[in-house]
């Protein structure tokens, strides 16, 4: 019994968090049946972010089949900037940092660890690192796509739909459709043959 009623009231916080974001920022557009845990961060600004259908953003290990390092976080910190996450989503304890645009698309699964992150940080070309900061550039991640764990998404990167990217992957440039992605640097390994 106790049990029913912590979970009901777990489930009732998860809510209000959704409703929180809703109302604090105009541009969150939150569509039925997001999942959040409590433990996920969330800091957008007044800058986009949309969620779609039955998007989970998951950040408790409870029941998940790895390690997971760190919570959700999805930071939207540059004005103007947004990120788009496609129906039916499950993002497990990845770190997603938006300069720019990141798209990903419907029925993805990305693994805990993952970081994804369309900005360098820092000026490639300088003589004091501790200054400046990078010109950042769209991340694009199709439909179906699986990301394993540990992997790290680069600015300009684009998946292309029915792709998986394997565990530990360094991943950055243009990947067409049903390609497995492996390595650092990641490449194309092998086509998958998916309708």
């Given at each position: 019994?106790?049990?029913?009623?912590?979970?009901?009231?777990?489930?009732?916080?998860?809510?209000?968090?959704?409703?929180?974001?809703?109302?604090?920022?105009?541009?969150?557009?939150?569509?039925?049946?997001?999942?959040?845990?409590?433990?996920?961060?969330?800091?957008?600004?007044?800058?986009?972010l949309?969620?779609?259908?039955?998007?989970?953003?998951?950040?408790?290990?409870?029941?998940?089949?790895?390690?997971?390092?760190?919570?959700?976080?999805?930071?939207?910190?540059?004005?103007?900037?947004?990120?788009?996450?496609?129906?039916?989503c499950?993002?497990?304890?990845?770190?997603?940092?938006?300069?720019?645009?990141?798209?990903?698309?419907?029925n993805?699964?990305?693994?805990?660890?993952?970081?994804?992150?369309?900005?360098?940080?820092?000026?490639?070309?300088?003589?004091?690192?501790?200054?400046?900061?990078?010109?950042?550039?769209?991340?694009?991640?199709?439909?179906?796509?699986?990301?394993?764990l540990?992997?790290?998404?680069?600015?300009?990167?684009?998946?292309?739909?029915?792709?998986?990217?394997?565990?530990?992957?360094?991943?950055?440039?243009?990947?067409?459709?049903?390609?497995?992605?492996?390595?650092?640097?990641?490449?194309?390994?092998?086509?998958?043959?998916?309708?």
């Amino acid at each position: 019994m106790i049990k029913y009623f912590s979970s009901l009231f777990y489930s009732s916080l998860e809510k209000l968090k959704v409703k929180w974001i809703i109302l604090m920022n105009p541009k969150a557009d939150i569509k039925r049946g997001v999942r959040i845990d409590l433990s996920t961060k969330i800091s957008l600004g007044s800058n986009r972010l949309v969620l779609g259908e039955n998007v989970y953003l998951r950040s408790t290990k409870k029941g998940y089949h790895a390690g997971m390092p760190f919570s959700t976080t999805i930071l939207i910190d540059k004005d103007g900037a947004e990120c788009e996450i496609g129906n039916n989503c499950r993002i497990n304890g990845c770190y997603i940092h938006t300069q720019k645009k990141i798209k990903i698309g419907e029925n993805t699964v990305i693994a805990s660890g993952t970081n994804i992150i369309d900005s360098n940080g820092h000026e490639i070309y300088s003589t004091n690192r501790t200054v400046g900061r990078d010109e950042p550039e769209e991340i694009s991640i199709g439909a179906n796509v699986w990301i394993g764990l540990n992997a790290i998404i680069l600015k300009g990167t684009t998946i292309g739909m029915n792709s998986i990217v394997s565990a530990g992957s360094v991943v950055k440039g243009n990947f067409p459709k049903n390609s497995l992605i492996q390595g650092n640097p990641a490449k194309i390994i092998k086509t998958l043959e998916i309708e």
